[in-house]
């Protein structure tokens, strides 16, 4: 099984903060994915990252891929209230040979409030 | 247009009782999944499908049995329900394993 630690499990923070998000494994992944859940709805993908060391921008949202393919983070920079939701980071373990299945972490719940 | 779906939404029924979920998509996929999430919102495959063909079977009792009829469309029939089946099932669709995966709006099952 692998395995991905999201921390923080919560965060409440107030408009216009900085904050980060992160994802852990002693376990390499080949891609690693982040999505966004709000309730009553399913995941919806953020962004992918498949290359050690990558970095990649969604307008305030930045996510980075370790150079060891073990870890990824998501910086939400100048939150809003529309950020709010669950963030999930998902890993891919070896692309060709797990057949699509992803290792899901456990979330984190993002609430922002105005 | 909705892209993935899934019916019923909500799902409540007793213990012992035999329920179906269905999902279809839209996106030309030709492969699907079901997921289950628990009450702490942690996300397990349960099933993955490939033009019709079964590709993951996770360790799930085998009173779940998946089935799809066609590459657009996956059901999950569950017999004898009880309590620890209470969750919310994703359904979701890829093009390929190695592609992303987009998910369904879930169907909440309560066993009372």
């Known amino acids: 099984t692998q395995l991905l630690e999201q921390s923080p499990q919560f965060l409440s923070i107030q408009e216009g903060e900085n904050l980060t998000v992160y994802c852990n494994s002693s376990?390499?992944?080949?891609?690693l994915q982040w999505y966004r859940q709000e309730p009553g709805e399913g995941p919806v993908l953020l962004v992918t990252?498949?290359?050690?060391?990558e970095v990649k921008k969604l307008k305030r949202l930045t996510f980075q891929f370790g150079d060891a393919r073990k870890d990824s983070s998501l910086h939400i920079t100048a939150a809003q209230p529309g950020d709010t939701g669950l963030y999930l980071c998902a890993g891919e373990a070896d692309r060709g040979s797990t057949l699509g299945r992803l290792y899901f972490g456990r979330g984190t719940q993002l609430t922002v409030w105005p | 247009d909705t892209a993935v779906s899934q019916t019923p939404k909500y799902l409540v029924t007793q213990m012992g009782n035999d329920k179906s979920i269905k999902c279809e998509q839209n996106l030309g996929h030709d492969t699907m999944y079901w997921y289950k999430q628990d009450s702490k919102k942690f996300l397990k495959i349960m099933f993955s499908y490939n033009n019709k063909e079964l590709i993951i079977n996770e360790t799930v009792p085998n009173r779940f049995s998946p089935k799809s009829p066609d590459k657009a469309h996956l059901n999950l029939h569950i017999n004898s329900l009880e309590l620890g089946d209470s969750a919310v099932y994703f359904c979701a669709s890829s093009q390929g394993t190695d592609y992303e995966q987009y998910f369904g709006p879930g169907t909440r099952l309560t066993v009372t």
């Open positions: 990252v498949v290359t050690g060391g």
């Open positions: 376990s390499v992944f080949s891609s």
